[in-house]
């Protein structure tokens, strides 16, 4: 159980275009998903966290007009990079949160973004 | 705020061996949570074990088992037996009791050899 899912796994666009990634809950309603990006070799770093049905919260520091989140039902969230460019070529990771705050968050698979 | 910190960035250790990590956090919270996740080469990030700050046992879950010593704020992970799949980036995590936001110390990059 507990299984969340990425969608693509990798994506290359060029420089100036938007990109969606999709985060599932497979078994499980999430009421709250997490962003998260990660550099190589390095940790992650909290973009966004999204309930579903109210606007997402954003970390100090990200744009929130360029890595739009939206988290419209128990099971999908979406992250869009919008007018990408090549500094936004990373990896981003999404995690999903059961139900209550004890709750243990679980992780998709990732996806890894180029942009050309 | 909280901050968790692991000051060794790679280790490397003999199959069967047993191998620990470390890891220390800053916090004036009581009510806390501390997690050890795996990332290996797939980049999949695999919960590997976790403590609730008011439990005084340490957690266990087969080869992998925690020290927390909560008034040092450490929280190491010792990996018994370990096998060649063992070879991954760990991270050891904290989440403050009332929200949901994880931190996450830098990783450790764990290399076992056969």
């Known amino acids: 159980g507990a299984v969340v899912s990425q969608h693509p796994s990798r994506v290359i666009c060029k420089s100036g275009t938007s990109v969606k990634i999709e985060c599932r809950s497979l078994?499980?309603?999430?009421?709250?998903m997490f962003w998260y990006r990660q550099f190589p070799k390095q940790s992650l770093m909290l973009m966004a966290t999204s309930n579903e049905g109210s606007k997402a919260t954003y970390e100090q520091g990200v744009e929130k007009d360029k890595f739009l989140i939206n988290h419209a039902s128990l099971t999908l969230s979406t992250l869009t990079v919008t007018s990408a460019h090549p500094e936004d070529s990373s990896f981003y990771i999404c995690?999903?949160?059961?139900?209550?705050?004890?709750?243990?968050?679980?992780f998709g698979p990732g996806t890894r973004l180029t942009v050309l | 705020a909280q901050t968790v910190t692991q000051s060794q960035p790679e280790m490397s250790v003999q199959e069967a061996e047993t191998v620990t990590l470390s890891c220390t956090y800053d916090?004036?919270?009581?009510?806390?949570?501390l997690f050890w996740y795996k990332q290996p080469p797939s980049r999949q990030m695999i919960l590997v074990i976790r403590?609730?700050?008011?439990?005084?046992q340490n957690a266990t879950e087969n080869r992998f088992s925690v020290n927390f010593q909560k008034a040092a704020k450490s929280f190491s992970l010792k990996i018994s037996d370990s096998q060649l799949g063992d070879t991954a980036m760990y991270f050891c995590?904290?989440?403050?009791?009332?929200?949901?936001?994880?931190?996450f110390g830098k990783g450790i990059t764990l290399s076992v050899r056969p």
């Open positions: 916090t004036s919270e009581s009510n806390y949570y």
């Open positions: 995690s999903a949160r059961p139900g209550s705050s004890t709750d243990t968050q679980y």
């Open positions: 995590a904290f989440r403050n009791g009332a929200n949901s936001k994880l931190t």
């Open positions: 078994d499980f309603q999430a009421t709250t």
């Open positions: 403590q609730e700050a008011y439990k005084q």
